[in-house]
């Protein structure tokens, strides 16, 4: 069995990664294809690929298989048109679905969101609540397989240790990000870490669409609060230096929970939308008195033992799939 994988957002990247991983483990040729952001990803958990240019549409014609793998993204055709060449070969495709959101979307091209999507042949769903996301938009019942997250799987078999929340907290790291009331969040932590004195160091993490947002870095300059801005490549190893992780609606403040790392989602003035929240993994901050008793009191969300049963080995169910439906 050979299995052709590919990818180009991070999500899908990471989701698809470590079910590559996953099946090289158990001894199954893969040719993984990475482009964009993708790329970095892989690079991250240290799974080959091959780094693939802007202009994808000849590869097609050089790849051989027996299943494509692919992850989705809603800026690129990548995998779409990755989609449309299996279906034309006759091979069977599964889409990773790696987080709560857009599933019809996820299939449709960018730039004609009203065009009939390119569904796959199956479609993985992370729990029971994104199964039902998927069959309310539109997706046939048919083609989903509820398997789990396979990068979730990943983290969680990575978690050694939960950090002590007993000594006070001194590193933060808080991941900002574009259009989520950014600005006056960070007003409202500066405030609140002004009068906090066990304080060392607050990272900055800025979203890849963000940059370093200049209004940002003057508001912490005119703090006075000890900072620095988080450039590293590899965001896992950054977290395991903190003490904390706060965020907005970042998928890090996943990342964090699962490596069991307390992690803090500031929705102040904006609407909850990070599905985490709800199921208690990651902690819904929605003032600064909210924020003010995280710090000195952190907890780890109580993430439900269903629910870290249904990711853990994702990635071989993924496996067992791929060899059930040769």
Known sequence: M?????????GGANAVAATVAALQAAGTQVEAYAKG????QFQRLEVACTPVSEEHQTLFANFTGDI?????????????????WARQERIPSIAVIDYW??????FQPFNNPNAEPTFP???????????AGMLADGIPEKQIRLVGQPYFAWLIARQKYRKSILKPIENILFAS?????????????????TDYKSLKKLLIRFHPRQGKCRVSLDLLAQSGLPFAIDESADILMTLRQQDIMLGITSI????????GIPAGSLVIGIDDTLITNQRGITIPLNSSEKLREFLYFPQHGEIEEKFVEQQRDADFRIVQLCKAII
Not at 37 to 40: D, K, N, S, T, V
Not at 68 to 84: H, N, V
Not at 101 to 106: D, T
């Open 2 to 10: 050979k299995i052709i994988a590919i990818a180009h957002d991070p």
């Open 68 to 84: 494509l793998l692919t992850g989705t993204s809603q800026s690129d055709e990548f995998e779409r048109d990755a989609i449309l």
């Open 252 to 259: 890090i403040l996943i990342e964090a929970a699962l490596m």
């Open 37 to 40: 952001l993708a790329i970095r």
């Open 121 to 131: 042949d199956i479609i993985t769903a992370i729990d029971e609540m994104c199964a």
């Open 177 to 193: 990000q574009p259009n989520a009331n950014e600005t006056e969040i960070l007003r409202t932590l500066i405030k609140v870490l």
């Open 101 to 106: 959101a857009n599933y019809r979307q996820r």
